[in-house]
């Protein structure tokens, strides 16, 4: 048994989480959750009180949370290089947007799907501010790539890129060029690859 096990559901952002498992490639256990009892069972529980997934079990240590399991892995095995050294001024960059995915856009994105209206004059009481401005920023900092911290690919690319992916694709997140050539450039990694067909193939399973 690994010491590195997985909770996740394939209709969920564990799919964000397992594509960083891959990245990082060393063993892991998978446990799939079915939503419903199965996520809010007293086991489950006391891995992550909130009943949801993604979490991780690393030895003694619990990490739930997409972003913060990216944050972890990446910090936890720095040879894989998923994350700049603590010298560069690319490690503030990374911290930087992996938060800003996690919190600005995650609640942008969520306001436009569920058709919340921020008044103009109350979009300093929410985090994000406006829809456009949120993307607007990120458009910015994804300019000089090729990634979100710049030469190197980092765990921050693989959140990031999971959210503009994901929301791309449910219309939450215009369609910008900019936007394309990132993910374009993400999504035709061998791990990212990887990670999506054991979700399919999961999920193709469960149908049969």
Same mark, same amino acid.
Request: glycine share 10%.
């Given at each position: 048994m690994s010491d590195l096990i997985f909770y996740t559901n394939p209709q969920s952002r564990g799919r964000i989480a397992h594509w960083m498992l891959e990245e990082i490639g060393v063993p892991y256990e998978t446990v799939w959750l079915d939503y419903g009892p199965a996520m809010k069972s007293g086991d489950y529980l006391a891995v992550n009180p909130m009943g949801k997934? /993604? +979490?991780?079990?690393? =030895? *003694?240590?619990?990490? $739930? &949370?997409? #972003?913060?399991?990216? +944050?972890?892995? #990446?910090?936890?095995?720095? &040879?894989k290089n998923l994350l700049p050294p603590s010298s560069h001024p690319a490690r +503030?960059?990374?911290?930087?947007?992996?938060?800003?995915? !996690?919190?600005?856009?995650?609640?942008?994105? $969520? !306001? %436009? +799907?569920l058709g919340w209206e921020v008044p103009q004059n109350k979009s300093g009481f929410v985090g994000f501010g406006s829809y456009s401005d949120t993307l607007n920023s990120l458009?910015? !900092?994804? $300019?000089?790539? /090729?990634y979100i911290c710049g030469e190197q690919f980092t765990a921050a690319d693989v959140y990031?890129?999971?959210?503009? *992916?994901? *929301?791309m694709m449910v219309g939450t997140i215009e369609k910008r060029p900019l936007f394309e050539a990132y993910? *374009?450039?993400?999504?035709?990694? /061998?791990? =990212?690859? %990887?990670?999506?067909?054991?979700?399919?193939?999961?999920? %193709?399973s469960r149908k049969e």
């Open positions: 997934v /993604p +979490a991780i079990q690393h =030895g *003694g240590a619990v990490v $739930t &949370e997409a #972003a913060a399991i990216c +944050a972890y892995l #990446a910090d936890r095995f720095p &040879e +503030a960059a990374y911290f930087r947007w992996m938060f800003f995915a !996690a919190g600005p856009l995650e609640l942008a994105v $969520t !306001a %436009k +799907a458009e910015k !900092a994804l $300019t000089p790539g /090729p990031v890129g999971s959210q503009i *992916g994901w *929301g993910i *374009g450039r993400l999504f035709a990694r /061998p791990a =990212g690859q %990887k990670a999506n067909r054991i979700n399919e193939d999961y999920l %193709k």
